[in-house]
């Protein structure tokens, strides 16, 4: 995928999307809101414009995709923190760069520092991680890998969290599991106005085992 150039589809801009579009969209009030009151104060570069703009194409999905991402990226009952580590690791080893990049951003806002994104890359094992951000780190590559929490990981979040922010951890990587295989399969673009990743950063992203 990073030998090749260009959307496969040309993503829809906001003037273009219709009633029923923006209702779809509008399943993640807060996603939407973003984009359009971005791009009616003049920006045409907005962070997430191309990715609402190609799942505009289909609204009936788009509608039942974003109910389910506004929800474990909103209402979840886990730390935006949390979800922020969790979703930059899942990004990281589905190469999905698009979602990576924009990640970057909400994790910075989160409270992570660029030295602990950077370490993302190195997986829960990399040294400096606490016991429970490492088991963050530890699900996702599990999920990635086996479509399943590993016994020990499951005891160790059981003790940690309810059930229920067990539940929004699992669903919130496979939300985003299906959003990196959509942007990468679409080839989405970065928007124009968000920093790409560095060289040896996209390197290390796309070579990695």
Same mark, same amino acid.
């Given at each position: 995928?990073?030998?090749?150039?260009?959307?496969?589809?040309?993503?829809?801009?906001?003037?273009?999307?219709?009633?029923?579009q923006?209702?779809?969209?509008?399943?993640?009030?807060? *996603?939407?809101?973003?984009?359009?009151?971005?791009?009616?104060?003049?920006?045409?570069?907005v962070?997430?414009?191309?990715?609402?703009?190609?799942?505009?194409?289909?609204p009936?999905?788009?509608k039942?995709?974003?109910? !389910?991402?506004?929800?474990?990226?909103?209402?979840s %009952?886990?730390?935006v923190?949390?979800?922020?580590?969790?979703i930059?690791r899942?990004?990281?080893l589905?190469?999905?760069?698009? @979602?990576?990049?924009?990640?970057?951003?909400?994790?910075?806002?989160?409270?992570?520092t660029? @030295?602990?994104? @950077?370490?993302?890359?190195?997986?829960?094992?990399?040294?400096?991680?606490?016991?429970?951000?490492a088991?963050?780190?530890? #699900?996702?590559d599990?999920?990635?890998?086996?479509?399943k929490l590993?016994?020990?990981?499951?005891?160790?979040? *059981?003790?940690? !969290?309810?059930?229920?922010?067990?539940?929004?951890?699992i669903?919130?990587?496979?939300?985003?599991?299906?959003?990196?295989? %959509?942007?990468?399969?679409f080839?989405?673009d970065? @928007?124009?106005?968000v920093?790409?990743?560095? #060289?040896?950063?996209?390197?290390?992203? !796309?070579?990695q085992?």
């Amino acid at each position: 995928m990073q030998n090749e150039t260009g959307p496969r589809v040309k993503p829809l801009l906001p003037p273009q999307w219709d009633e029923v579009q923006l209702d779809a969209l509008g399943a993640f009030p807060k *996603s939407l809101q973003f984009v359009l009151d971005k791009w009616k104060a003049g920006l045409g570069d907005v962070r997430g414009m191309n990715v609402l703009g190609t799942m505009a194409y289909y609204p009936a999905l788009t509608k039942a995709y974003m109910t !389910f991402n506004a929800h474990v990226a909103g209402a979840s %009952a886990l730390d935006v923190r949390t979800r922020e580590i969790a979703i930059l690791r899942l990004s990281w080893l589905r190469k999905a760069e698009y @979602e990576y990049v924009q990640h970057i951003i909400l994790g910075l806002r989160a409270g992570l520092t660029h @030295e602990e994104i @950077e370490r993302i890359e190195q997986g829960p094992d990399a040294p400096g991680w606490s016991a429970d951000d490492a088991d963050i780190l530890r #699900a996702a590559d599990e999920l990635c890998a086996d479509a399943k929490l590993s016994k020990p990981t499951w005891d160790r979040l *059981s003790a940690r !969290f309810s059930l229920q922010q067990v539940m929004d951890l699992i669903f919130i990587i496979g939300c985003y599991e299906v959003l990196a295989m %959509a942007v990468n399969s679409f080839n989405s673009d970065i @928007e124009p106005g968000v920093a790409p990743l560095a #060289a040896t950063t996209r390197e290390r992203m !796309f070579n990695q085992k």
